[in-house]
Structure formats: C-alpha cells, structure tokens
C-alpha cells in the first residue's frame, strides 16, 4: 500500500521482503501443503494456490502490504 511505504521503512526498513515475506511464504505455504498428501499436491494445485493467496494476503495486510497475486513454482519434496 503506497501510502503505507514510509511506515514499513520506519518499522522493518528496506529489508521487508527477507523479514517480512519470505518467512510468511514459507509458513503459509507449509502449513497449507501439510493439509494434504504428497499425490493430492499436484491434482489441487489451484486450490491451494488459492488458500496461500488467501491467507498470505492476510498475513501481509497486517504490515500493509497488499498481495495481488502468488505462485506455486518448484515444489519439490524431501524423499
């Protein structure tokens, strides 16, 4: 959110993403994925893109960053 920026800078600085959004991905994501089994992953790939889109967005929102889109890109899983 633009008229946001200035606070973000104050609060976090111009590391947001590394503080701020990786870290959120990387937990929604999980949790998101954890709700399902390995050969249901790839068969709701829409799904659930779209409930991390869902919950990232709100996770963010909370830092006034507002999210428009997201992808699933190299899932891959441990053996």
Known sequence: MPDKAPEIYQRVG???????????AQEVLKANTA???VSEILMKRAEIKS???Q???A???KYS?????T????????P
């Open 14 to 24: 111009l590391n947001y993403n590394e503080i701020i959004i990786k870290p959120a």
């Open 35 to 37: 709700l399902h089994n």
């Open 51 to 53: 409930d991390v889109q």
């Open 55 to 57: 919950t990232m967005a």
């Open 59 to 61: 996770w963010l929102m």
């Open 65 to 69: 960053i507002d999210l428009k889109e």
């Open 71 to 78: 992808a699933l890109a190299n899932i891959s899983f441990d």
